[in-house]
Each structure stands twice: as structure tokens, then as C-alpha cells.
């Protein structure tokens, strides 16, 4: 079994002209459990994620796996095994032959190629070419490649995209299994919610920088209890829960009550003679948290031992043309930047 | 080691498409039927089978018509070679493979370097092609109408190992362009561009005006039909331009090797070592 290695980004910083991709960027990833990379289109993942394998390099800082740089590992591909994006494919050769291709770089038997292409459920189509294939199966033989030399540690850029729901399910349970065995797993997601299942640890990135190192229940603990209630007379209901001191926030499905449980609300409604058409309390929002860390408006520092340099708390910005420029990274620099969701 | 491996990996790539046997056939019937048509031509004209008419035939004594059918193989054929080498970088660009391709062989310098070892084993197996389409077409229809072929003179193997140099020379230019130009499309129209219509024209317009024709046996074209020793281009031209002078074989050869050298070493430093992003 291969080793997992850690991950380690120190001050990683890289400039394209004016724009600051990424802006200080410190992190560790340990092996043994799935790491989340989570943050908005732009906000630097695949930036950073190239950084770390050398084919960006860095203004300033250093990334490093098991303490060398990507471009000192003896044996690449039987050390890191990364899968960035899903086309980098000739459409004319079939699959099997992408893999040979690289499995001859990295020394590897050609027998790498069949196993690796089982694993992804790819063995039937091995000899077609990929330029036929779905994107679905084109993140499979992308995976496929990462596998070809049974590495230790495993980068995937937006490893779900093109999957189908049930390619989701099988690659979550993939990437849980190959942390359990011990390997060091980072995976990069723009959707909390798609990587919330399968990742135990989590890093944040916004406009570049790291904005939260943590376990995801360290994220949880930060959310506060939200109630959602609605009522056929808003304005009432509002007025009644304002003047009982409680901050009230308008959504689409009603008013969320933060700080506030389902009982008290309901109390307060009934005391003020208001008919309540809806009342629940709404679970961990995680996705809110991770919005609101990556606006920069709340929760600035987590409770974060593991981080070497932590982020400098950030004022919220409320200048829309700053926030358009430091969104930019690699991708959205190339078209026409701050591209979002 | 990783270097064997990386010119091992991208012999892999050229050979799991089909572009190489395309590219090698096109070679094949192009070449070969120019090769042909020109050994029968020539030498029905020289045995007086044609009658020679008009002023303008070009008369070519029996026993130089060998070397001139034989180099068409680079003299007609050496835009193959400069494409399979163009395409060999340019296709990494086009379909975004320089990703895999780094992370496989993260030395810049050793990845550039498996595709030149890789380009020599395809300016060989593309040399052999064109020696086959016009010393193998060529010589037979040459002995067909009871020429003598040469292929027994040592002179003339000296001459088909110096055109299985210059295949493997331009493969190397085709490499370095291919890595400064990056955009498949754009190279591969600025060297059709270059070779079939800007180089022939220099050279026509050395041949006219003085003085020129000194700077013209430096274009890549003259340096290649100089390192060959014969080509068919200059045995026309160069007694209608009243003696425009080549460079020695070994000088052509030379200078070819460093235009390979130059686009490649700029190459790696101008594009080959940027971000892959």
C-alpha cells in the first residue's frame, strides 16, 4: 500500500499581471481522510491545485508533497496522481492508449492500464476512442489516469462534473475508500453540498486566500439556530418578532429568525394573535456558513490549530469593482473575469 | 532513464493516431508519383523515346537523372517531415494533453528533450518512406527504360544517408517551431506557407538579382537541397541564373542542424517552460 503524503502550501502567491489569483495561501493536507477544497469559481482552487503539481509556478511561496516539490518526486505518477480537467484527451486515440501513453512516461507496465481502466468501470470501452465518450466517461478515464501508478496522494479538480447521480455516489465511495486505505485525497468542489458527504476536512478559498481550515463540524459549529416561520400577514408577523427583539431576515419561503427556536417564535406569534401558515427549524446551514465565509462578511477566523499561518481577518467589501478584479483567477482572467456560479 | 521513457511515451502518442500513416501515405503517393512521373519523363526525353522539343526542356544527361529523382524525396517531400514534427508539440496545445504530460514528466527539459529522441525515430521512419516512393518507384522506371539506376555506386548511398539526415533534421525544426508557434492551426499554414510559397519565391528572385543569392543559400530549403548534394529545384534553376552558388554538403548540413537548434532552445525558453494552465 502506497504511503499518503502531506500536503503543504506556504505562502503560495501567484500574480497574473495585476490580479492576485491567489494571495498568501497556507494549508495543510493530511492523508487518511478526504480533504475538501472548497470555494467559488475563480476563487483560486485550480490555480493552486497547479501550483502544487508544477505546472504553474508561483510567484512566491512553496508547494510541497511530503515535503518536495512536484518537480523533485523521483516517481510522479506512483507518487501523486491528479486528474485537473476533462478534456485533456486526443479524441482520436481510444482509452486504453491515452493511458499506455503515460504509462510508458512514468515506467509503468502496460497491465497498469487494464486495471486502472477496471477499477473506473471503463474495461468495456478500452479500445474505444475518446472522442466518443461522455464527459461522464471522459472524469472516469481522468480518474483512471490519477490511478495509473497507485499513488498515495490524489488530486482532483471538480472530479463530479458530468457525473451522473449514480457516478456520484460510486466516486464518493471511491475517494472515502482510498482515505480509509491511508492516502491523501483532495478534492476540489465550487458546491459545498457535493463534497459535504464525502469530506471530513475542509479548506476555503476565496479571492485567493484561505478564509477556513477545519473539520467540517468545526464549520457546523459556527451556524447558528435558524428558525423559518411565515405567516399569511408578514407585516404583523415582522412586527410582532421585532419588537420581541429578534432579528428578522426576508426570504423567498418566509422570514429566518436567527437565534431563535421554533417554541419561542411560535410563542410569540400566538401571543401577538398572528396565524402562522409555516414554522420549522432549519438544519445546519452549512451552505449559508460557506457563503457568508466566502463574502468575507462573517465568521472571519475558525477554530484552526492546524493552519501554519492564518488568514488575516477581513473586512467585509462592499466595493463591487474590487470584488470583480480579486475574483479573477487563471480561467476567468483568460475570458472576462469575476465569473461566478 | 526518464528520458528513455519520455521519448518512449511520445513514440506512443505518434503511432496511437492516425496521423503518422496519413501524413506517410500522402508522403507515399506524392513523392512516389512525382518520383515516377519525373524518371519517366526525364529519361524518355535524355533516351530520345520523347522527341526534345522546344527550347526551354531542360536536357539532363542520363547519368545525372539519378541523384535528381532520388532527392525529390526531400527536394518534394521535406514539408512531411517538418509537419510530423510540427504536429508533434502543437498537438499538446491543441488538446490541452501538456497537463498529463508534465504530470507525467515534470522536467520541462527532459519532456522536450523525449520529443526531440522521438523525432528522430520519426525523421527515420518518414526517410524511409520517401526512399521507398522514389528510389524504390523511381529506380524502376528508371531501369525500365534502360537507365542506369547507380544504386550500386557508394556515392549515391552517400547521398540517400544524407537525406535520411535531413528528414531527421527537419522533424527537429518542425519540433521548435511547433513549440514557439504553440497554435496548431497557425503553424501548420505558416510552414506550408514558408516551404511551398515564400522560400521558392526567395530563391527564384535570388536567382535573378545580384548579390541576393549569396543570403539565399542560408534559407532552410537551399541548406537542405545543399546537405542532399542534388535536387531538382537547383539542376533547373541554377544555369538558367547563371551559377548561383550552395553551400558544401556538410555546411548546408551544419546550418540546417542549427536552425533545429535555434527554434528549439527558443523554444523551450520563450514558450516550452511557461504556465500550463
Known amino acids: 500500500m502506497p504511503d499518503g503524503h502531506v500536503l503543504e502550501f506556504a505562502g503560495v502567491t501567484k500574480r497574473f499581471g495585476p490580479v492576485t489569483a491567489v494571495d498568501h495561501f497556507s494549508a495543510r493536507v493530511d492523508p487518511g481522510v478526504v480533504t475538501g477544497f472548497l470555494g467559488p469559481n475563480g476563487a483560486g482552487k485550480t490555480t493552486s491545485l497547479r501550483i502544487l503539481l508544477g505546472l504553474i509556478t508561483a510567484t512566491e511561496g512553496t508547494a510541497t508533497i511530503g515535503g518536495r516539490r512536484y518537480s523533485q518526486l523521483r516517481q510522479p505518477l506512483q507518487t501523486v496522481g491528479a486528474a485537473l480537467e476533462a478534456s485533456s484527451f486526443h479524441p482520436g486515440r481510444s482509452a486504453a492508449n491515452h493511458l499506455a501513453v503515460y504509462a510508458r512516461a512514468a515506467g509503468l507496465p502496460l497491465s497498469r492500464v487494464d486495471e486502472a481502466l477496471g477499477t473506473v468501470g471503463l474495461a468495456d470501452v478500452a479500445g474505444r476512442k475518446v472522442g466518443g465518450f461522455s464527459l461522464g466517461m471522459r472524469q472516469r478515464l481522468g480518474l483512471a489516469y490519477t490511478l495509473l501508478g497507485d499513488p498515495g496522494v490524489l488530486v482532483l479538480d471538480e472530479p463530479s462534473n458530468g457525473l451522473d447521480p449514480e457516478g456520484i455516489k460510486w466516486m464518493r465511495g471511491f475517494l472515502r475508500e482510498l482515505a480509509r486505505q491511508g492516502r491523501t485525497v483532495l478534492v476540489s468542489s465550487h458546491l459545498l453540498t457535493e463534497i459535504q458527504q464525502t469530506a471530513e476536512a475542509l479548506l476555503i478559498i476565496a479571492r485567493g486566500r484561505l478564509v477556513f481550515q477545519g473539520t467540517l463540524a468545526d464549520l457546523t459549529a459556527q451556524d447558528e439556530q435558524v428558525a423559518v416561520v411565515d405567516a399569511p400577514d408578514r407585516a404583523a408577523l415582522t412586527a410582532a418578532l421585532t419588537a420581541a427583539g429578534l432579528d428578522v431576515e426576508v426570504l423567498r419561503s418566509g422570514l429566518s429568525v436567527r437565534g431563535a427556536d421554533t417554541v419561542a417564535v411560535g410563542a410569540i406569534a400566538a401571543a401577538a394573535g398572528v396565524a402562522l401558515s409555516a414554522l420549522q427549524r432549519r438544519g445546519p446551514a452549512l451552505e449559508e456558513v460557506f457563503l457568508a465565509l466566502v463574502d468575507g462578511a462573517a465568521h472571519q477566523s475558525a477554530p484552526d490549530p492546524g493552519t501554519p499561518d492564518p488568514p488575516a481577518p477581513r473586512e467585509p467589501d462592499p466595493d463591487p469593482a474590487t470584488d470583480a478584479d480579486a475574483d479573477a483567477d487563471a480561467d476567468a482572467h483568460a475570458t472576462q473575469g469575476g465569473e461566478q456560479r | ?277
Open chain 2, 1 to 277: 532513464m526518464t528520458l528513455v521513457a519520455a521519448a518512449r511515451s511520445e513514440l506512443t502518442k505518434q503511432f496511437t493516431t492516425s496521423l503518422w500513416w496519413v501524413l506517410a501515405l500522402v508522403l507515399l503517393v506524392y513523392v512516389g508519383s512525382t518520383a515516377g512521373g519525373l524518371a519517366g519523363l526525364f529519361a524518355a526525353l535524355s533516351n530520345g523515346t520523347l522527341p526534345a522539343g522546344g527550347a526551354n526542356a531542360p536536357a539532363i544527361p542520363a547519368d545525372a537523372l539519378p541523384p535528381i529523382i532520388y532527392s525529390l524525396a526531400t527536394a518534394v517531400g521535406y514539408i512531411f517531415p517538418l509537419l510530423i514534427g510540427t504536429l508533434l508539440v502543437t498537438g499538446e496545445f491543441r488538446h490541452k494533453t501538456l497537463t498529463p504530460t508534465f504530470l507525467a514528466t515534470p522536467r520541462r527539459g527532459v519532456a522536450l528533450a523525449g520529443k526531440v529522441l522521438a523525432g528522430v525515430v520519426m525523421g527515420l521512419v518518414f526517410a524511409v518512406v520517401a526512399l521507398v516512393a522514389t528510389v524504390g518507384l523511381g529506380a524502376a522506371v528508371l531501369a525500365l527504360l534502360g537507365i542506369d539506376t547507380q544504386l550500386g555506386s557508394a556515392q549515391t548511398w552517400a547521398m540517400l544517408g544524407r537525406i535520411v539526415i535531413a528528414f531527421v533534421l527537419w522533424v527537429l525544426i518542425g519540433i521548435g517551431v511547433g513549440a514557439l508557434v504553440r497554435n496548431q492551426v497557425a503553424a501548420v499554414v505558416g510552414v506550408i506557407a514558408f516551404t511551398q510559397f515564400v522560400e521558392p519565391i526567395l530563391r527564384t528572385v535570388a536567382g535573378f538579382v545580384e548579390g541576393v543569392s549569396g543570403a539565399a543559400r542560408f534559407l532552410p530549403g537551399a541548406t537542405s537541397d545543399a546537405l542532399v548534394g542534388a535536387s531538382f529545384y537547383s539542376t533547373l534553376t541554377v544555369p538558367a541564373a547563371g551559377g548561383a552558388d550552395t553551400l558544401e554538403w556538410w555546411a548546408g548540413g551544419l546550418v540546417l542542424l542549427a536552425y533545429a537548434l535555434v527554434l528549439i532552445v527558443l523554444g523551450y525558453a520563450v514558450s516550452w517552460r511557461r504556465d500550463v494552465s
